[in-house]
């Protein structure tokens, strides 16, 4: 399957590599670790780098590219199969198709190669799994965006997901002279103003009888601190995790572009997706989420939680 993702790529001039919107560290680490590796390999060749940016990147400018050159180029998608995930632009107008994920679902997107593999812990695992395979050379920038990627979603290794390979591949990424130091500054260096938001978030969580933690971040809070949802939905969720008396824990926050509630829900061990899906959401087992309409949706969600302990506790 690798030779063929080789071929393909030996056989464009034009080469875009994209991944889903509003990026996390493993669409950008898989993104930029790949473009820096194909770089280096194929001097004489076109490679693109595109897609949305957040505060997330801590990698580098993404490219605009014309219709022109999409229609004659190799695009791989990485870290999504699903159109929703993507901008339009960046799955329409192509002239061969890679997708490579992690992720279970099946593609929406049409396609000449699909590399999947649930396994790994990463997207950036598997296109490092790709590059050592294939023997294109890893560089120094290619090695940190990949080890971004795998840190950012084994959760510092810290998740299931984390097996041997990824230990492996980390290892071989780390003789090419990462900084680790260098990258989690990078990385995890929060500022003053920060640490007060969240402390201000923190202060004003509660709990349900059967100790759901949740917060509500209305439209006022969002105003307030002069934040973006989506920071606050899933940037802040973790502040109410690893905390034992917690087992379960929720974020609502206000959508300001869909005029909607995103509700974000984790679990330590119980498998809450069913409840996220009851809503018409989705996600892992353990770490899921589903947009509401009103408030008052928000307490249905923390009830069918409450039952769920109490289900399973009884
Ligand atoms: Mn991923």
């Known amino acids: 399957m690798y030779k063929k993702v080789q071929t393909l790529i030996e056989d464009y001039d034009s080469i875009i590599i994209a991944r889903h919107k509003n990026p996390d560290l493993d669409a950008y680490g898989s993104q930029f670790g790949l473009f820096h590796a194909l770089k ?39 870290d999504t199969v699903a159109k929703q995930m993507l901008r339009q632009i960046d799955y329409m107008h192509y002239h061969r198709m890679i997708l490579i994920d992690h992720h279970r679902n099946d593609p929406d997107i049409n396609h000449d190669i699909y590399i999947k593999d649930i396994h790994a812990s990463s997207t950036a695992e598997m296109v490092s799994e790709m590059l050592f395979s294939l023997g294109i050379d890893i560089n120094l920038e290619s090695a940190k965006a990949l080890y971004m990627g795998i840190v950012g979603d084994t959760g510092r290794f810290m998740f299931d997901s984390t097996t041997s390979k990824t230990f492996q591949i980390v290892s071989k990424l780390l003789e090419k002279g990462i900084h680790l130091n260098e990258l989690y500054k990078l990385m995890y260096l929060d500022t ?70 995103k ?15 009851k809503y018409g959401g989705g996600g892992h087992l353990t770490a899921c989420g589903c947009s509401l309409n009103t408030w008052e949706e928000t307490d249905k969600v923390l009830e069918d939680l409450d039952h769920l302990i109490k289900e399973a506790t009884q």
Request: hydrophobic fraction near 35%.
């Open 40 to 78: 280096g390999a194929y001097r004489q060749k076109d490679i693109y780098i595109t897609g949305d940016t957040n505060r997330l990147n801590f990698f580098g400018d993404l490219d605009e590219i014309d219709i022109e050159t999409r229609k004659k180029s190799l695009v791989i998608i990485l």
């Open 263 to 277: 509700c974000e829900i984790r679990s330590r061990d119980y498998p809450v997706l069913d409840i996220a899906k």
């Open 192 to 261: 003053f103003e920060n640490k007060k938001i969240k402390s201000e978030f923190f202060r004003s969580v509660k709990m349900t009888k059967y100790n759901v933690a949740y917060r509500k971040n209305t439209k006022a809070f969002l105003d307030a601190y002069g934040l973006e949802s989506n920071y606050v939905s899933r940037g802040l969720i973790g502040q109410m995790a690893g905390i034992k008396e917690i087992p379960i824990w929720v974020n609502f926050t206000y959508d300001r572009k869909e005029d909607n509630i």
